[in-house]
């Protein structure tokens, strides 16, 4: 189910063909407003819309700001090279020897783009269709960069719709299933919590379903599950294996018996 109507409209602003518009909008089933129209910003919270060659998301505050989008070049202190090193709390959860990674939560793709440069072969996996529709168009950006095509790498592998049912038609169980599921904010207005994740609950709510999706993955892995969760919270499957803390956070290993 599409969460987002009647709050999601795709926005055309007068630049350029308006049939990927239509198409983006009769794909996710929402509303296509155009800019030239009066009060075209007050039927909804969030538009789509593509700026400076990318997909963004908007809300009202970024209309004028810009927008969000995949970012597909790596975070600041992480490398730039291809394999990254396998280290840091991240690679030590998945373990020196994986080689296969599902990412069924993959939100904007920041840790799914970090798994891939480490060279791990990863398979991305979005219940939203407003995110799928994000994350494929950055994923379609990292097709085109240079180093992508120097090395003839392809984009990671996406699939959109619920992972609780999508892993268990997995040909293949993967060696790491990687959850990182939406937790309530420690505190109600969090100074720390990013615009992108505001903006992500804003429109889909939290992450309910975390307890079935953490069982549906303990039985599609075919080694271990990792879970990425706030400092603050309780582990998601209970007592992990093992546990590796970063800033904030931490990954909790839960090895398959």
Same mark, same amino acid.
């Given at each position: 189910?599409?969460?987002?109507?009647?709050?999601? =409209?795709?926005?055309?602003?007068?630049?350029g063909d308006v049939l990927p518009y239509q198409q983006l909008a009769d794909q996710l089933a929402?509303?296509?407003?155009?800019?030239?129209? =009066?009060?075209?910003?007050?039927?909804?919270?969030?538009?789509?819309?593509?700026?400076?060659?990318?997909?963004?998301?908007?809300?009202?505050?970024?209309?004028?700001?810009?927008?969000?989008t995949v970012e597909i070049e790596p975070r600041q202190g992480e490398q730039r090279s291809w394999?990254?090193?396998?280290?840091?709390?991240?690679?030590?959860?998945?373990?020196?020897?994986?080689? !296969?990674?599902?990412?069924?939560? !993959?939100?904007?793709?920041?840790?799914?783009?970090?798994?891939?440069? /480490?060279?791990?072969?990863?398979?991305?996996?979005?219940?939203?269709?407003?995110?799928? =529709?994000?994350?494929?168009?950055?994923?379609?950006?990292?097709?085109?960069?240079?180093?992508?095509?120097?090395?003839?790498?392809?984009?990671?592998?996406?699939?959109?719709?619920?992972?609780?049912?999508l892993l268990a038609t997995l040909a293949m169980p993967p060696d790491v299933i990687y959850l990182?599921?939406?937790?309530?904010?420690?505190?109600?207005?969090?100074?720390?919590?990013?615009?992108? /994740? /505001?903006?992500?609950?804003?429109?889909?709510?939290?992450?309910?379903?975390? =307890?079935?999706?953490?069982?549906?993955?303990?039985?599609?892995?075919?080694?271990?599950?990792?879970?990425?969760?706030?400092?603050?919270?309780?582990?998601?499957?209970?007592?992990?294996?093992?546990?590796?803390?970063?800033?904030?956070?931490?990954?909790?290993?839960?090895?398959?018996?």
């Amino acid at each position: 189910m599409n969460t987002a109507i009647g709050k999601l =409209a795709v926005l055309y602003e007068n630049h350029g063909d308006v049939l990927p518009y239509q198409q983006l909008a009769d794909q996710l089933a929402v509303p296509l407003r155009r800019s030239t129209e =009066a009060d075209y910003d007050q039927h909804d919270a969030f538009f789509l819309s593509w700026r400076d060659g990318c997909l963004k998301l908007l809300d009202k505050d970024l209309l004028k700001k810009g927008g969000l989008t995949v970012e597909i070049e790596p975070r600041q202190g992480e490398q730039r090279s291809w394999p990254a090193p396998k280290d840091g709390a991240l690679a030590k959860a998945l373990g020196r020897k994986t080689k !296969t990674v599902v990412d069924a939560t !993959t939100g904007w793709g920041q840790d799914s783009l970090h798994i891939f440069r /480490m060279g791990y072969e990863l398979l991305c996996i979005e219940r939203s269709p407003v995110m799928g =529709a994000l994350l494929a168009d950055g994923f379609k950006r990292l097709t085109q960069a240079d180093w992508m095509q120097r090395l003839q790498l392809p984009a990671p592998q996406l699939l959109i719709g619920s992972s609780i049912d999508l892993l268990a038609t997995l040909a293949m169980p993967p060696d790491v299933i990687y959850l990182d599921p939406m937790f309530p904010p420690k505190r109600k207005k969090s100074a720390l919590a990013k615009k992108s /994740m /505001m903006i992500l609950r804003d429109l889909l709510g939290d992450d309910d379903d975390k =307890a079935q999706l953490f069982t549906a993955a303990l039985k599609a892995t075919g080694k271990r599950v990792v879970v990425k969760s706030p400092d603050y919270a309780e582990p998601l499957g209970g007592k992990p294996s093992e546990s590796f803390q970063g800033k904030l956070l931490r990954y909790d290993v839960y090895l398959k018996g």
